[in-house]
């Protein structure tokens, strides 16, 4: 069975201070691993993925997440927060395997910027 | 590329009615949609599976008589909520997979309101 962990539920930073989200799985297999970001009342938004390949992901409006199977960690990251970041996260694991691809989602982690 | 939307994005309803939701990939074909159900300020709860052309695989707990779920065709999947109560009131989330098993592309939701 997979599951995921977001340690904290709110999340706030200054403007141009350093984005550090934490994400932790749990996975009977190697995962494949997703973070969402979600703004109101809208559907998710994929900003970056790993499938197995480089362990340091790059993905879009420049965050950044590095798979650590030591630490069962995905934490995402992003050096300088702007306001446009503020939104809520999603970490998700989805297990390797052909067929469905069921995902398993985090809590969630609101991010509030401040100005 | 890779467009999920959906249909309504928001309905207000009597409670004993029923509603149907449609969620479509624009410009890809997907075996698989996913129909997911977000309550305020939480995460995201998989409802069904849906594979093009079989019955949808519900996951515990979910009513498969209150939420129908068709999916007709390799673009198009259908939620049919069914003598809507008031708890009903949710926000109706669904993805499609597209050519990689493991990516699901979302739709921007659809908010039902039982009154």
């Known amino acids: 069975a997979q599951s995921v962990t977001q340690l904290g539920s709110h999340v706030s930073v200054s403007e141009g201070a350093l984005v550090l989200l934490r994400c932790n799985y749990s996975?009977?297999?190697?995962?494949?691993l997703f973070w969402y970001v979600q703004y109101p009342n809208q559907g998710l938004q994929l900003l970056l993925k790993?499938?197995?390949?480089?362990?340091l992901v790059k993905g879009i409006n420049g965050f950044e997440a590095e798979f650590k199977k030591s630490e069962t960690s995905f934490h995402l990251t992003k050096p300088s927060a702007h306001m446009s970041d503020a939104a809520e996260y999603f970490c998700a694991v989805s297990e390797k395997d052909f067929g469905n691809e069921k995902l398993t989602f985090g809590t969630g982690t609101r991010l509030t910027i401040i100005p | 590329g890779a467009v999920v939307s959906q249909h309504p994005s928001w309905v207000i309803c009597k409670s004993g009615t029923s509603v149907k939701i449609e969620c479509r990939s624009l410009?890809?074909?997907?075996?698989?949609m996913f129909w997911y159900r977000q309550f305020p300020k939480q995460s995201l709860m998989l409802m069904a599976t849906?594979?093009?052309?079989?019955?949808?695989?519900?996951e515990q707990g979910v009513e498969k008589d209150k939420f129908l779920i068709n999916h007709a065709s390799l673009t198009l999947s259908t939620l049919t909520v069914t003598s809507a109560h008031p708890e009903d009131s949710s926000f109706y989330i669904c993805?499609?997979?597209?050519?990689?098993?493991?990516?699901?592309?979302f739709g921007p939701g659809t908010r039902l309101t039982v009154t």
């Open positions: 996975s009977s297999v190697p995962p494949y």
């Open positions: 849906s594979n093009e052309g079989s019955k949808a695989t519900y």
């Open positions: 790993y499938t197995s390949a480089a362990t």
């Open positions: 410009d890809f074909q997907a075996t698989t």
């Open positions: 993805s499609a997979n597209g050519d990689r098993a493991y990516e699901q592309y």
